[in-house]
């Protein structure tokens, strides 16, 4: 299961980090699970926001394209930085065929650039984080300069001084991976979407250590096909 995964990388980071390293982490995690991203993000029963973004192909892909095809499953993810990301991103790998069955289309959507794996791995950042980067996705990766998706969903939040000065010491220069100096990012939310354009199913989690689980996308799934 993708959190069990996650949770022991979690585990995996408080066993090895220094102290000092993982008290920010800690730190940054409460602040954000402070945060009121689940009260005021998009819900069941609201219209999916209009779009038209660049896929890591560079090929321009709109709401309506995606909603022609049948159901919508869009997940948000931080980036290539981040190790819950990654894990995320490996599992909806695996599943693909299931979550692509009757007709359902799987996009991510990232705030990075398109050639965010390069810039990483010539930023100096650390090399178990360049090694647990995904370099390649099987399905549609949505770049959301500025999070103007995220923010039309209510998912953006500001990263903790208490992350950003964690990320700079591991050599991860956010300014160049997204081309702004926000340090803002979408919190993980995965919505199923009807071919309407309304909202079926929302997982809006609070929480960067949290993901939706393959099993519960494709309940969800099957609910718009009921």
């Known amino acids: 299961m993708l959190n069990q995964q996650i949770r022991e990388t979690i585990q995996m980071f408080r066993d090895n980090l220094p102290a000092d390293l993982s008290a920010l982490i800690e730190q940054g995690a409460g602040e954000i699970s402070a945060l009121d991203i689940s009260e005021r993000a998009k819900r069941p029963g609201d219209a999916l926001p209009d779009f038209a973004l660049d896929n890591q192909h560079g090929e ?17 993810y931080r980036g290539v930085w981040c190790p819950y990301c990654n894990l995320q991103l490996r599992a909806y790998a695996e599943r693909l065929d299931d979550l692509q069955a009757d007709g359902a289309t799987l996009v991510a959507v990232c705030p990075e650039k398109p050639e965010a794996i390069d810039i990483l791995k010539n930023s100096g950042a650390a090399d178990p984080i360049i090694a647990g980067a995904v370099t390649e996705v099987p399905f549609d990766v949505l770049h959301d300069p500025g999070n103007r998706l995220a923010a039309a969903l209510g998912l953006v939040f500001t990263l903790p001084e ?3 000065q964690l990320l700079a010491s591991l050599g991860v220069d956010l300014e160049a991976l997204t081309g702004d100096d926000s340090f803002t990012f979408p919190d993980p939310a995965t919505y199923v979407v009807k071919p309407s354009g309304e909202i079926s199913w929302a997982f809006v989690p609070n929480n960067y250590r949290k993901r939706a689980e393959v099993e519960q996308i494709l309940q969800a799934l099957a609910q718009v096909d009921a």
Not at 61 to 75: E, H, I, K, N, S
């Open 60 to 76: 321009r892909r709109t709401r309506a394209d995606y909603l022609a095809r049948g159901p919508l499953v869009l997940t948000f």
């Open 162 to 164: 208490s992350h950003q």
